[in-house]
């Protein structure tokens, strides 16, 4: 580990500012001028000389008045000196950034068709102000399976549909999205402008799997529930992309987010759902509670301006 200090060849540890001392008679080639430059006393560059040429087990400098000479060994230990103390800066530099949330990494989940429209607005404002720090994306099917990810410490965030188990994570909503009818573009309600969730009572559904925890799949189901029926599943589905392209083989109809839409498969006509039954599926950032990484920090923060969420509900 480096200190104050690099290792040497034959004494103690070279000390850095015997090394900035160095330098600084390197190329003054005087005494006091160094010492001046520095902003020490005489005798001390001196003292500090004799000690570092101790270490390194060799003259350096030589010294017939108060002007001094490299030696073949000083001129050649000049490059090194310059490339420790750069390396030493350099790391000093990184070390600060990274505190500051600076340079460094995130990783980030992605969940679901609307999370790739949304992402793009956090993660490019992100990336002008902090283009240091390395963004890696972690794409997966299913928010459960970015909670798991979550908790291990696999990614520092995620773009997930709610709700988000409390404890140890801590969640913001950031967009409403609503559910939407999905039929085979022969069905007798593909035409209409809105598809009253009841008539889908006696459908045959295509949906995700049900145990790879798809909150799209709980909300579907509890929608229907509200509507007064539970949903006949006749097929299930790893995807989004696949239910889309079953419903268009007439396999069955679908609840699907509205950004199912922009998939744009033949055969397939999305719907609204009529009426009060409430359809919506909340998208949230999620992050570890007690996760005080400057880096997690400042892209929370950059999501807030970037994604502030929906407008608030009024009372009644």
Partial sequence: MVHES???????????RHLRVFLALAEELHFGRAATRLHIAQPAPSQQI??????????????????????????????????VLAEIEHARESVLLTECGERGEIRVGATGAITWRLLPRAARTYRERYPPVRME?????????????????????????????SGPLSSRVIVNESLVA????????????EVPLADLSSESFVSYPSMQGSALRDAAVHACCSAGF???????????????????AAVGVALLPASAESLQ?????????????????????????????????RFLDTAEEALPGPPAEPTA
């Fill in 6 to 16: 690099a290792g040497g060849s034959d004494g103690g540890p070279v000390e850095l």
């Fill in 265 to 297: 498969f033949e055969g397939v006509v999305f719907a609204p759902i009529a009426g009060d039954v409430d359809v919506r599926v909340p998208i949230a950032l999620a992050w570890r509670r007690h996760d005080r990484s400057p880096v997690r920090a």
């Fill in 50 to 83: 004799k000690q570092l040429e101790q270490d390194v087990g060799a003259v350096l400098l030589e010294r017939p008045t108060r002007q001094v000479r490299l030696t073949g060994t000083g001129a050649a230990f000049v490059g090194h000196a310059r490339r």
């Fill in 182 to 193: 999905v039929l085979p573009e022969g069905h007798p309600l593909a035409h209409q402008r």
């Fill in 137 to 165: 994306l972690h794409p997966a099917v299913f928010s459960g399976a970015h909670i798991g990810a979550l908790h291990d410490g696999r990614i520092d965030v995620g773009f997930l549909r709610a709700p988000v188990p």
């Fill in 230 to 248: 539970t949903p006949r599943v006749m097929q299930e589905a790893p995807d989004t992309h696949t239910v889309v392209a079953l419903v268009g």
